[in-house]
C-alpha cells in the first residue's frame, strides 16, 4: 500500500510478509466487557487511508518484532539485526543508535484510533527463562470527534545464557481531535522507550556448546563474566527516549450540511477542502549510555590504553576504575506546510510546500577538560549545538476506492546550517486493480546524508577519537505486486549505494568508497488443498566483491498448517509445522563498545533450518497460540548468529577466543491477544 505523509512523506514499501486480516461477527454477552464487533479504525499521521486491527491466526505464532527476516540474539529484547538488507536512514542530524528500533514506539508511526465503544487489547507471551513479554492498549472516542489511545509494553528476558538481560519499557500516547465542520484538526502524540540490555560478551568457547558438561546454557563461560554479579552483567548499553509532537492543521473549502432523514435534529458535515495550513512542532531527548564496571584493558585497545585493576581476570574491584560513556541528542523540529487540493472529495491530489527549522544538540560525558592556564585535566563535557533550515514540498493522491490509483511525490532538503546538503526524495506510484490481479505499487527513493554524531564522535575520561566522512548516498528502486485471489507476493528492489558509512573490521567507523549495488528478489506463494495450507516465502539478495554487507544470500521458510473451524464455527484453528532456513554466509560481529553490529569476513557459519511446531487458536475476541521452538535443538548443536570481538588472552588465560552469540536450546512458547469491548 502507498504511504503519503503531510511534510516529509515516505512511501512504505511493503514488507516480504503481508498481514492477512481476518473480521469475523460476533455475538454480544451480557457481562460489562461484551464480546459483539465494534466498529474501530485506524489512520496514520496525515493519511485518510484506513485500517482495522489484525486478527489472523495463520501466523499469530511467530515471535514478534523480527518478522520477516530480522535476528536477536536469541533472547527477546538483544539487539537485532536485519538480514535482509536495509541501510539507515541518515539525512540531516541523526544520534546513530538504531539496534533497538524494532522495540520502539515511533512517533511518526504511530496509530490514531476511531472506534465507537472503548476498546482495549490485552496481550501476553511467556516462554523458558522467564522470559516474559506484556502489553496493553486502550482506546476511547471521548466525543464522536475525538479520540485518545495509550498503550504500554514491558519486556523482560533473562535469556538462556550467562547475564543477558534485557528490561525494555515502552510507553505511547494518541490523541486526534476533528472540529465537527472538519476544518480544524489536531494530533498530538508522545512516546517513550528504554532499553536496557545487559553485555555478556558472547560465548567464549563455542566448542562448549556441544559439551555435555555445559547441558544447562548458564553455566556455559562468556566473555564479560566477572565477580560482579551472577545475575547482571558489569557492561551494559541502556537507550532511552522522549518524543513529543504536537500538529494542527485548518482547511477552507466548500461545505455541505446532511440531516438524518429519520431525526432531522441530527445532522452532519461534509468538507471538500481546496487549502489548509499545516503548522507541526516537535520535540525530542534522546541519550545513550556505555557503562563497564570491571573493564579489562584488552577490550579497549583500538580505542585507548589503559591498565585496570580488573585487567581481564574476572575479578570485580569495588570502586576501581570503570569505563562509562554516555552520548545525548536533543532536538526541535517546526515547520509550517501550505496545502492545495484539487478534484473531488475523497479523489483529491494534494501538493502542499513548506519550510522548518532545526535545532539539534549533542552532548558528551564525562570527557576529560583540560583546564585553561594549568597542566590539568576536570571531568567535564562536550556540547555541539546546530541550526538548520530546510524546505518540504509533495505532491499526492491516495488511493482510497477500489480501482483508484495512487501516487506520489516528496522531498525535504537542507539548505543551510551543518547538515546543508542533505536531502530526501521519495516517488511511488501504485493501484489496486481487481480481485484476480490485486495491487501494485512502484517506487524511486533517493537520500544523501552525512554520518551520524556517534559514528564521528567517541569521547570518555580516557580518549577523544573523531572520524571524518563524505556524506553517504542511497538510491532504491523498486516494485510489488500482491494478488490476494491467487495467494501470491512478489516483489523486487535495487540498491546503489556511494560512501556506505559502517563499523569495519577493526570494529572502527570506515567508509566504503567504491559504489556497489546490492539486488533483492523476494516471492511468496501460499497453496491451498481443503484445510491445508502450505505457506512458502523465499528471498535472493546478491552481494558482489568486497561489499562490507553480512547477509546471505539465500533465505526461505515454510509453513505447513491445517486450519479450520470447529464447533460451528465458535474456535477457529491453525496448527502445523514451520521451517525457517539460509545459505552460508558470514554473520556480522558485535561490538558492545558502538552498541551496534561491525562488518566481519573471517567467520563463516552454516546452521541447520530452524524448527518449529505450533497450534493457534481464536474465540470470539480471544486468540492464543502455544508453539515448541527451536526443535532442530533436539539433534543438532546450537546454531550461531552472530560473532562478537575477539577476547585476547582471555580472563589471563594465555588464550584467545572468538566469542560467539548462539540460539537458545528447545522452549515451549504461550502467549495471547484479548480484546474487551465496554
Not at 277 to 306: C, G, W
Request: net charge positive.
Amino acid at each position: 500500500m502507498l504511504l503519503l505523509c503531510s511534510g516529509y512523506i515516505s512511501f512504505a514499501q511493503p514488507s516480504t510478509l503481508p498481514k492477512t486480516i481476518d473480521t469475523g461477527k460476533n455475538k454480544t454477552n451480557d457481562g460489562k466487557w461484551k464480546n459483539q464487533e465494534a466498529t474501530i479504525t485506524y489512520e496514520k499521521l496525515n493519511s485518510a487511508i484506513k485500517f482495522s486491527p489484525d486478527t489472523a491466526i495463520h501466523t499469530f505464532h511467530r515471535r514478534p518484532f523480527i518478522q520477516p527476516w530480522t535476528r536477536d540474539m536469541g533472547n527477546p529484547g538483544s539487539p537485532a539485526y536485519n538480514l535482509m538488507f536495509t541501510p539507515e536512514y541518515r539525512v540531516g542530524p541523526t544520534l546513530g543508535y538504531h539496534i533497538f528500533d524494532i522495540y520502539r514506539f515511533n512517533v511518526d508511526s504511530l496509530k490514531y484510533y476511531d472506534t465507537d465503544r472503548p476498546y482495549s487489547v490485552f496481550s501476553y507471551q511467556t516462554a523458558g527463562r522467564q522470559e516474559h513479554i506484556a502489553s496493553i492498549m486502550h482506546t476511547q472516542n471521548i466525543q464522536p470527534n475525538w479520540n485518545f489511545s495509550v498503550e504500554y509494553r514491558k519486556i523482560n528476558s533473562p535469556g538462556y545464557y550467562k547475564i543477558q538481560r534485557n528490561n525494555h519499557d515502552n510507553f505511547a500516547f494518541t490523541t486526534n481531535y476533528k472540529s465537527l465542520s472538519k476544518r480544524y484538526t489536531l494530533n498530538a502524540a508522545m512516546v517513550y522507550n528504554k532499553q536496557q540490555h545487559d553485555e555478556n560478551g558472547g560465548i567464549s568457547n563455542d566448542t562448549d556448546l556441544i559439551n555435555p558438561d555445559f547441558n544447562d546454557r548458564r553455566t556455559i563461560n562468556t566473555n564479560y563474566q566477572s565477580q560482579y554479579s551472577t545475575t547482571r552483567s558489569a557492561v551494559s548499553n541502556v537507550q532511552r527516549d522522549f518524543t513529543m509532537l504536537l500538529q494542527n492543521s485548518y482547511t477552507w473549502g466548500a461545505t455541505d450540511t446532511f440531516f438524518d432523514e429519520e431525526d432531522t435534529a441530527a445532522y452532519s458535515y461534509t468538507l471538500t477542502p481546496r487549502f489548509s495550513i499545516t503548522h507541526n512542532t516537535t520535540i525530542s531527548t534522546e541519550q545513550h549510555a556505555y557503562k563497564d564496571l570491571a573493564p579489562d584493558s584488552m577490550r579497549y585497545v583500538s580505542l585507548f590504553t589503559k591498565s585496570f585493576p580488573n585487567n581481564g581476570s574476572g575479578f570485580y574491584a569495588a570502586g576501581g576504575d570503570s569505563v562509562y560513556t554516555r552520548q545525548k541528542w536533543f532536538w526541535a523540529d517546526n515547520k509550517i506546510l501550505f496545502n492545495g487540493f484539487l478534484g473531488r472529495a475523497g479523489r483529491q491530489l494534494q501538493f502542499s510546500a513548506g519550510a522548518g527549522v532545526r535545532y539539534d544538540q549533542f552532548i558528551s560525558d564525562p570527557v576529560s577538560k583540560l583546564i585553561p592556564d594549568s597542566p590539568y585535566y576536570r571531568i567535564g563535557y562536550d556540547r555541539r549545538s546546530y541550526a538548520n533550515n530546510y524546505i518540504e514540498g509533495q505532491i499526492k493522491k491516495e488511493g482510497l476506492t477500489p480501482g483508484a490509483w495512487e501516487y506520489g511525490a516528496s522531498t525535504r532538503f537542507f539548505y543551510t546550517g551543518q547538515y546543508a546538503g542533505n536531502f530526501v526524495l521519495n516517488t511511488a506510484i501504485g493501484k489496486k486493480l481487481n480481485n484476480i490481479v490485486g495491487s501494485f505499487v512502484a517506487g524511486f527513493n533517493q537520500q544523501l546524508g552525512s554520518a551520524p554524531y556517534s559514528y564521528t564522535d567517541y569521547q570518555n575520561i580516557f580518549t577523544k577519537t573523531s572520524f571524518t566522512f563524505n556524506t553517504e548516498s542511497v538510491s532504491t528502486l523498486y516494485a510489488t505486486v500482491e494478488s490476494p485471489r491467487f495467494r501470491v507476493y512478489a516483489g523486487a528492489r535495487g540498491y546503489v549505494i556511494n560512501n556506505y558509512i559502517y563499523l569495519g573490521s577493526n570494529e572502527l567507523p570506515a567508509q566504503y568508497t567504491v559504489p556497489f549495488t546490492i539486488p533483492q528478489v523476494w516471492l511468496r506463494k501460499v497453496f491451498r488443498l481443503g484445510s491445508f495450507y502450505l505457506d512458502n516465502e523465499i528471498v535472493y539478495q546478491a552481494i558482489t566483491g568486497n561489499t562490507p554487507v553480512n547477509v546471505p544470500e539465500i533465505m526461505g521458510r515454510h509453513q505447513l498448517s491445517l486450519e479450520k473451524a470447529l464447533f460451528k464455527s465458535a474456535i477457529k484453528i491453525a496448527t502445523g509445522v514451520e521451517a525457517r532456513y539460509n545459505t552460508t554466509y558470514n554473520p556480522p560481529g558485535y561490538n558492545a563498545q558502538f552498541n551496534n553490529f561491525f562488518y566481519q569476513n573471517y567467520a563463516n557459519i552454516t546452521n541447520i533450518p530452524e524448527l518449529s511446531a505450533f497450534m493457534n487458536f481464536r474465540i470470539k475476541r480471544f486468540r492464543a497460540f502455544i508453539m515448541v521452538d527451536n526443535l532442530q535443538q533436539r539433534f543438532a548443536r546450537n546454531a550461531i548468529l552472530y560473532t562478537g570481538t575477539p577476547s585476547v588472552n582471555y580472563q589471563n588465560t594465555g588464550n584467545t577466543y572468538l566469542p560467539v552469540y548462539a540460539t537458545p536450546n528447545t522452549m515451549l512458547r504461550f502467549g495471547f491477544n484479548w480484546v474487551m469491548v465496554n
